[in-house]
Nanobody, 121 residues
Framework: QVQLVESGGGLVQAGGSLRLSCTAS????????MGWFRQAPGKEREFVAV???????SYADSVKGRFTISRDNAKNTLYLQMNSLKPEDTAVYYC???????????????WGKGTQVTVSS
């Protein structure tokens, strides 16, 4: 069982930046593919980014060039650097761990409880 805890959300103006963190409970963190998803009010949860255990990333088109996913296996921590934020980025952001390198919710076995990101116009 892997427990994931997100932090770093908050309120920011459009054009601003935030850095999200996700800390995992297990030392086997490095063996998982780690992803970020988000869910806006009234919408389905959607893929944001995923990082392979070899540090190769993949991004949703909507965040490509603005967001950067990274991981520190020594600290069991996943990050999401979000720059040039837009009001449409407002959502609850979730980190997830899985054994499949993919963009689908079903690819992930463990989820955090989420952190709120609000971008004002």
């Amino acid at each position: 069982q892997v427990q994931l805890v997100e932090s770093g959300g908050g309120l920011v103006q459009a054009g601003g930046s935030l850095r999200l963190s996700c800390t995992a409970s297990q030392r086997t963190f490095s063996q998982y593919f780690m992803g970020w998803f988000r869910q806006a009010p009234g919408k389905e949860r959607e893929f944001v980014a995923v990082i392979h255990w070899n540090n190769s990333p993949s991004y949703a088109d909507s965040v490509k060039g603005r967001f950067t996913i990274s991981r520190d296996n020594a600290k069991n921590t996943l990050y999401l650097q979000m720059n040039s934020l837009k009001p449409e980025d407002t959502a609850v952001y979730y980190c997830a761990a899985g054994v499949v390198f993919g963009q689908m919710i079903r690819h992930y076995d463990y989820w955090g409880k989420g952190t709120q990101v609000t971008v004002s116009s």
